[in-house]
């Protein structure tokens, strides 16, 4: 039984999808694509996707969409520092964004919906808001009455009164209620715009994402996904536009990922562009970063230093010499396989499959199983949790060295030059290559 984290309630749930047709619909709420991807970019990806995994092992199908925010404030203040156009931006952006998503082995998403693809969706919401009277025109711009939905804050835990004392937001005289927000921005000199009922302008933040959610999933759909950085005002925004549009509740289950810390790089003079996705895959690869933030819940927040992922690194390499793409996916140890699963599906312990990852290594090692069954319990949990089998190009290598040095070894024996015999043995071992002289053969293993 699959059991998720809802932000909604605070609680552990069990999962039961709302449609019974065996299809559970996500939602994750993507770039906005002013720059290329970081660190932060990369855990929100690897999040929904363990999630989608673990989801697909629980035998569910899958609708997921992920979308790209392709006009917003960021993206204008770009455009003006860089004279170049918002969609050449954008595109370029998202460009290194499929690089990234690719190389990573992110399961492929269903839809890649752009806001600017949307205008349509994001006007008629709009519309329906205002008809409905949860919306007005302030100006040339139009505001969510964030007063006249009584659930407002139910997903963050805020409530209004408090949220207005604490001045922590905004003073701007065109709204009614300093945490109203907006969905339709009238058309300022040099910005981009499209016609509207409601006057030339373009779309608010958070009603892009109601639109596109509701138009691929439906007005009620199972899970919303994202960064914990966008639960307030973001997806507290999106549900108040999208319940009081509807009339449903909108999302059943709200996951949110922890953030990537980067206090301790921040003090070193290095930071240039040591967190963007494309640097951190050309310096360590997409399964060492895999690694790296499955070390930690998704939940918890992660410092990140590049000493933590050299550690990861280092302990990644452990199990590649077990991880071949030939295995036999059915024979496997059934028990371990079961505490496994058993992990990803208690809210995608991720940290406490790495550990039974581990101890199968471990297992290997003192031979307390038949190996075969072992390594291919191994690299069926290895395959499952998204890691990418690598040509073992230099490992072939150094098998057929040892393999060399074995045969020169077992002549040295012959003519009795055990001085040299055992310099083999101590130098293989300096390697951590240890060599076990059976009474029919020779075995030999690249120790821990
Ligand atoms: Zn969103």
């Known amino acids: 039984m699959l059991k998720l984290y809802n932000t909604f309630s605070k609680n552990v749930e069990n999962f039961d999808p709302i ?50 925010t392709d006009i917003d404030d960021k993206l204008i203040t770009k455009m003006g520092e860089s004279h170049i156009d918002y969609r050449i931006i954008s595109q370029r952006n998202i460009d ?21 693809g949307h205008i349509e969706e994001i006007i008629e919401l709009i519309s329906k808001l205002l008809e409905k009277g949860f919306a007005y025109k302030s100006g040339d711009d139009i505001y ?18 408090d949220l207005i004392e604490g001045k922590r937001v905004e003073v701007n005289q065109n709204k009614e209620n300093p945490l109203d927000f907006v969905l339709w921005k009238g058309a300022r000199d040099n910005e981009p715009y499209w016609y ?4 030339k302008g373009r779309p608010g933040w958070h009603i892009e994402c109601s639109a596109m959610s509701m138009k691929y999933l439906g007005e009620s759909f199972d899970i919303h996904a994202g960064g914990k950085d966008l639960i307030f005002p973001h997806h507290e925004n999106e549900i108040a536009q999208s319940e009081c549009a509807t ?20 003090m070193s003079k290095s930071l240039g562009n040591v967190f963007k996705a494309k640097e951190l895959l050309k310096l360590y690869g997409p399964n060492v970063l895999r690694f790296f933030l499955y070390k930690t819940h998704y939940r918890k927040d992660i410092e990140f230093s590049k000493e933590r992922v050299e550690e990861a690194k280092t302990a990644f390499k452990r199990l590649v010499p077990y991880i071949s793409e030939n295995f036999e996916e059915d024979n496997i ?20 499959a790495l550990g039974i990852i581990f101890e199968t290594v471990n297992m290997i090692n003192k031979k307390e199983k038949e190996e075969n069954l072992l390594k291919n319990t191994l ?23 040892v393999e060399v040095l074995l045969k020169i070894r077992e002549s040295m024996k012959k003519e009795k030059n055990y001085q040299m015999a055992d310099l083999i043995r101590e130098e293989l071992k300096k390697r951590k290559i240890v060599i076990n002289d059976l009474k029919d053969g020779v075995t030999w293993k690249i120790e821990d």
């Not at 509207?196 to 006057?199: I, L, T, V």
């Open 333 to 352: 140890e059934v028990d371990i396989y079961k505490d496994f699963k058993n992990a990803l599906e208690d809210d995608l312990n991720t940290p406490e």
């Open 96 to 116: 290194e964004f499929f690089e990234v998503f690719n190389n990573l082995n992110i399961l492929p998403f269903d839809v890649y919906p752009r806001a600017t």
């Open 247 to 266: 009339g449903k509740p909108f999302a059943k289950y709200w996951i949110h990922n922890g953030m990537v810390n980067l206090k301790g790089e921040k």
């Open 379 to 401: 690299c069926r949990m290895y395959k499952d949790l998204g890691f990418i089998f690598v040509k073992k190009e230099k490992d072939d290598l150094t098998e057929q060295l």
């Open 19 to 68: 449609s019974k047709d065996g299809f559970v619909r996500i939602y994750s709420c993507g770039m906005t694509v002013q720059d290329t991807p970081h660190i932060g970019h990369i855990r929100a990806l690897i999040t929904v996707d363990i999630l989608r995994r673990v989801l697909k092992l629980s035998e569910y199908s899958l609708f997921s969409v992920y979308n790209f």
């Open 196 to 199: 509207s009922p409601f006057g």
């Open 144 to 161: 969510f009455s964030v007063s006249k939905f009584k659930e407002y804050g139910k997903l963050s835990g805020k409530r209004l009164d």
